[in-house]
């Protein structure tokens, strides 16, 4: 690493550590992502136990430069419109340290609750004692006592969980093959004997890593990071069974996060009812990077068949569609073409940036209620300046109104106002920018007004 990029890196740390601090006071909306500005959860693992509550456990990505961190936060909801953060359930080292073998980052967590007692399962970023098991009696930690878990030999990562109807409780884990066991009753161990690998593969299921299981209607399915499309796992996809080993069929994509950011690479998520309503959670990576990942979720529907329907990635994520009438944090943007990237900007902030000629965006989905015949954008030009040209429904649309951005050589934040066709009801917006200059501008947020 050279040292700007260690300089960029520790700011940017400094600023996610502010952000976290200000969570610790408040609460996240319902709008993907879910997770705040300034704060990076990736890998979500969605889990509703027996308070009634749905809870995520995730990867806490705290750096550009490389995946995850040595602590795991989780998130919880009663109404999946506010989301709450519990900080520092389990650790790795420093303060609240669980695992007394190791210092080495935690990926991929998965969360199960048994009798009352909570079992967290880990993964370690070394070759050794990569699987590991903690507890707590509570779904919110502190977990403690963390213990390697003897994957008999198949070291690899992405621990999961399920627990069928009769009460029997399975392990899964692995990468390009992956591998399935009996838990033994007390959840800290599982059956050598029973160990297969290649319950679901590369080749027939296009599987590459983070399998997740759940069962609906007699029918078990497998949840993971697909590969099939653009030779990177940008898909959750699924396969789906008769009896928990398989075998499995492979169903085809549920979300795929491609275009969510210039850097993007992997995806990794979980499936799961709550309150009548079955969602898929996955996530989407930010600042042009394979990490500073956030989770996101979107509704999803069965066919009488089983079948699941492949959803869009979304703006409005399980809750309505964005008010026009409220600042639209850039943050929501759900597709972006080009260079241009979210990106903290001081802490609890995330900006539009990286915005070169071409680029853009797209939110969906805005309420325009009865109707708006403004824009307003809040831009910083960077020397350049240029243009937003605003679209509707389709990127190949016609503008319906431009914010022109002027020259600037201080760099100051302004919001800008400008009159566009009016535009009524609920649609998909497009932001097109234009300019001649290498660096133009960067957009903070915009909004809609009569």
């Not at 809870?55 to 750096?63: A, N, P, Q, T, V």
């Not at 085809?252 to 898929?280: A, L, M, R, T």
């Not at 990077?289 to 068949?305: G, H, L, Q, W, Y």
């Amino acid at each position: 690493m050279n040292l700007g990029s260690a300089l960029h890196d520790a700011q940017v740390s400094a600023m996610i550590t502010v952000g976290i601090l200000l969570v610790a006071i408040s609460s996240v909306m319902a709008q993907n992502p879910i997770v705040p500005p300034g704060v990076y959860i990736a890998d979500p693992s969605a889990r509703v136990f027996t308070d009634g509550k749905l809870r995520i456990y995730g990867s806490l990505d705290e750096s550009t430069q490389y995946y995850c961190s040595s602590r795991h936060h989780a998130m919880e909801t009663t109404d999946m419109k506010l989301w709450k953060i519990a900080e520092n359930i389990f650790a790795s080292k420093g303060e609240g340290d669980a695992v007394s073998y190791s210092d080495t980052p935690l990926s991929a967590p998965d969360c199960m609750e048994k009798d009352g007692k909570f079992f967290l399962y880990y993964c370690m970023s070394q070759p050794k004692d990569v699987e590991g098991v903690a507890t707590s009696p509570s779904p919110t930690g502190p977990f403690t006592d963390g213990r390697p878990l003897d994957v008999g030999g198949f070291e690899q990562i992405d621990p999961s969980v399920f627990i069928d109807d009769d009460g029997q409780a399975y392990y899964l884990w692995g990468q390009f093959e992956a591998k399935m066991a009996k838990l033994k009753p007390d959840m800290t161990g599982i059956d050598p004997a029973t160990i297969v690998n290649g319950v679901v593969n590369e080749k027939e299921h296009h599987f590459h890593e983070g399998a997740f299981m759940f069962k609906r209607n007699g029918i078990y399915y497998l949840v993971y990071a697909d590969v099939s499309r653009a030779n990177r796992p940008t898909c959750i996809g699924y396969s789906t069974a008769k009896s928990p080993f398989g075998p499995y069929k492979y169903g085809g994509v549920i979300v795929d996060n491609d275009h969510c950011d210039p850097g993007n690479w992997n995806n990794h998520g979980s499936v799961v009812e709550f309150k009548g309503q079955w969602y898929v959670f996955y996530h989407r990576a930010t600042h042009n990077s394979f990490t500073m990942r956030k989770a996101c979720v979107e509704p999803i529907t069965f066919n009488p068949d089983g079948s699941i329907n492949e959803v869009e990635m979304t703006s409005q994520g399980a809750g309505a569609p964005l008010n026009a009438f409220e600042e639209i944090d850039a943050s929501r943007a759900c597709l972006l073409f080009g260079d241009v990237r979210i990106a903290l900007d001081g802490a609890g902030n995330e900006i539009l940036t990286g915005i070169r000629n071409g680029d853009n965006v797209a939110f969906k989905y805005i309420d325009f209620g009865k109707g708006a015949s403004k824009v307003h954008c809040r831009v910083k030009a960077l020397g350049g300046g240029g243009e937003i040209a605003i679209r509707i429904g389709q990127p190949w649309a016609p503008a319906v109104g431009k914010v022109l951005v002027p020259e600037a050589k201080e760099g100051d934040w302004q919001t800008i106002t400008a009159d566009i066709e009016k535009t009524e009801g609920v649609h998909a917006v497009w932001l097109f920018f234009h300019g001649s200059q290498k660096e133009m501008f960067e957009v903070d947020f915009l909004s809609f007004s009569r």
